[in-house]
């Protein structure tokens, strides 16, 4: 049974939750070090806090397991009809924005659409809700990525989970991708032509999703869904256009653990990001072209 956190303060007592709360997500924000919770698996802090708060993690053994793959899920699965399939080997950019969601995964789960298919292990398509109000992209799959057929995994994912926890947002209310579905060999830069062949199932991913706001993670996603090769470091803490959604730039969740002074810029641009989804588009009306302008406050 689960019991009620208070604290007093002069106006009686006051549910410790909430600032709670506020002090981890602080925390975070100005890259302090993990707070140990003896006894407890990272989930279970979590939940002792309401959800909220980054910078908090258990200590029971379970917490270092590595990350499974998706049970069951097949490698290389056969589409469910010749035109799928059909579709995986030759779609046409065209074709592929034809597609509804449960026929975008199929294409993409069998796709074989550039030389990236020939080293995978497992095509990352994406996962989160398909109704997401934030869709975060990031570059490519990695080792992990590979391996378990899952988006931002490993310590840069339990990063991001965090710092989406610190502006109200859990990882499943969101959507996560790559511009590449299919991990690069040795992580290597994505070519023109894989990115070329594989921007459609992005593209499409995006407007089915039809999300309030989009996030760039890193150099690369935020390069190539803006079509610029702008610095990271001039394009974050403002709100773009990517066709006819919101996009903010901000670094790569794995760039933020090896630079812990990335931590807190990235979290003012996931905050811009909340007020997008909060209603406030950040956009100056009347603004021309691809890229419109938000100054922070
Ligand atoms: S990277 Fe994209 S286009 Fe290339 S094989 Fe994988 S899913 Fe297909």
């Known amino acids: 049974m689960r019991t009620a956190c ?28 993990p707070v ?22 258990g200590t029971r053994p379970e917490e270092e397991a590595p990350i499974a793959a998706e049970p069951g899920a097949p490698e290389a699965p056969t589409p469910s009809t010749p035109e799928l399939a059909r579709l995986a080997r030759e779609g046409t950019a065209e074709r592929i924005r034809e597609l509804d969601f449960d026929e975008l995964r199929e294409v993409a789960l069998a796709c074989r659409r550039c030389a990236l298919h020939e080293d ?20 490519a799959p990695g080792a992990v990525e590979d391996e378990t057929g899952r988006p931002f995994v ?47 199932l992005l593209l499409q991913q995006i407007d089915l999703i039809d999300p309030k706001v989009i996030i760039a993670f ?25 066709g006819r959604f919101p996009l903010v730039v901000t670094y790569h969740p794995a760039a933020s653990l090896r630079n812990p002074g990335w931590k807190r810029p990235t979290w003012e641009d996931l905050q811009i990001a909340r007020r997008v989804i909060d ?16 100054d922070l406050p």
Request: net charge positive; glycine share 16%; charged share 25%.
């Open 6 to 33: 208070w604290i007093g303060s002069k106006r009686g007592l006051t549910d410790a939750r909430e600032p709670l709360r506020r002090y981890f997500e602080a925390r975070i924000a100005l890259g302090e070090p």
């Open 36 to 57: 140990i919770l003896p006894g407890l698996r990272r989930s279970e802090a979590l939940e002792a806090l309401a959800g909220g708060g980054g910078g908090v993690t």
């Open 120 to 139: 995978r292990q497992h095509v990352v398509f994406g996962e989160g809700a398909s109704d997401a109000r934030l869709v975060c992209v990031g570059e």
């Open 154 to 200: 490993g310590r840069a994912g339990q990063l991001l989970d965090l710092m989406l926890m610190s502006v109200g947002l859990r990882r499943d209310e969101v959507y996560i991708c790559n511009v590449l579905k299919c991990r690069p060999p040795g992580n290597r830069n994505p070519q023109p032509e894989e990115i070329a062949a594989c921007s459609p």
């Open 218 to 242: 890193g150099t690369f996603a935020a390069q190539t869904l803006l079509g610029t090769r702008e610095s990271i470091g001039r394009l974050r803490g403002r709100t773009h256009l990517y």
């Open 279 to 294: 209603g406030d588009s950040g956009l100056r009306s009347g603004a021309a072209g691809r890229e419109l302008s938000l």
